[in-house]
């Protein structure tokens, strides 16, 4: 058996500092408030490339006059594509006509442009929230099912954490939250499910088979059998997602910058906040065993000589 890690220590710490980020992201809601793609809102996206442009301060500024426009620009430092996204108020005439103004027709081309209407996304909006709880849902019903109440109920609270901490980053990075960014925020909830049911089912093994008096060093025996585990899978997906985000760009690289918050917040939550939760609803833990339950003994072996 290895030798065991006292994570149990850091459980009321970590869980403080948790507090402490997702307090700031609900602050973060009311002071910049989210960054809603156009999936989300109702308004305009175009791409449009513009071959003499300066660079992006320059486009900002020619469409300076309209309130509520953003530019990003498209591909690497050379790219001279841009995406220009306007509130519902806005007309995509006038912002070419701005454009073309400003770097003359034959310099401004519109790739493509998309619109959706405020009842659209309102029902988007809607569905996404329905199936994300759906989701929380159905997890907690096969914790209940394959383990016990509490360590379901501690499976869900890293869930949840999870979910605020990518969404305290997207507040404060001002991040565009998209359908692709969704997407993100639901894949770490089944990553971040995975890792927290490997160490549950570790504690569920080592439930009979350790004489102690504390469910906290069951917790940390667990942890500290699973931890090797736990970083390689986290390292391994991380560093592939790692090279979306360096070599793709526009909503794949967004989705990737989410996906590398979400494995860390997951492998953080699986160790301190879901364990840390379970250890506080079996503070007055008693063994369901008795003490330790020691593996048979193989029969002795008959030596005959002679």
């Known amino acids: 058996m290895k030798d065991r890690i006292n994570f149990s220590k850091a459980f009321l710490p970590c869980a403080i500092i948790s507090l402490v980020l997702i307090v700031g992201g609900v602050v973060g809601l009311f002071v910049r408030g989210i960054n809603f793609g156009i999936d989300f809102r109702p308004g305009m996206i175009e791409e449009v490339e513009i071959s003499n442009a300066a660079g992006i301060e320059e486009v900002r500024d020619a469409l300076s006059a309209f309130g509520g426009v953003s530019v990003k620009k498209i591909g690497g430092a050379d790219s001279s594509f841009y995406q220009i996204r306007s509130g519902i108020s806005e007309d995509d005439s006038q912002i070419t006509d701005a454009l073309n103004a400003k770097y003359g027709a034959a310099n401004v081309s519109v790739q493509k442009t998309d619109f959706i209407g405020s009842s659209m996304s309102a029902s988007l909006a809607r569905n996404s929230i329905l199936l994300l709880l759906g989701t929380m849902v ?20 890293a869930l949840i954490h999870d979910i605020f901490i990518m969404f305290t980053f997207i507040i404060w990075s001002q991040l565009e ?46 942890l500290t059998d699973t931890l090797t585990r736990s970083i390689i899978t986290t390292a391994t997906t991380f560093f592939a997602v790692l090279a979306l985000y360096i070599f793709t760009t526009g909503s794949i690289k967004d989705f990737a910058l989410a996906m590398m918050v979400g494995l860390l917040s997951g492998f953080y939550s699986s160790i301190f906040i ?6 506080l609803t079996r503070r007055n833990w008693k063994s369901e065993f008795g003490f330790h339950h020691a593996l048979p003994k193989k029969p002795a072996q008959t030596v005959v000589v002679g």
């Open 138 to 157: 159905l997890i907690w019903l096969y914790a209940t099912v394959r383990f016990h109440w509490d360590f379901a109920l501690g499976a869900i609270i």
């Open 177 to 222: 939250f998209s359908t692709t960014v969704l997407a993100a925020v639901l894949t770490i909830v089944g990553y971040s499910i995975n890792a927290t049911v490997v160490i549950l089912d570790r504690v569920r093994y080592n439930l009979p088979l350790m004489e102690v008096k504390k469910f906290g060093e069951i917790l940390d025996q667990s």
């Open 274 to 279: 879901s364990s840390g939760f379970i250890n």
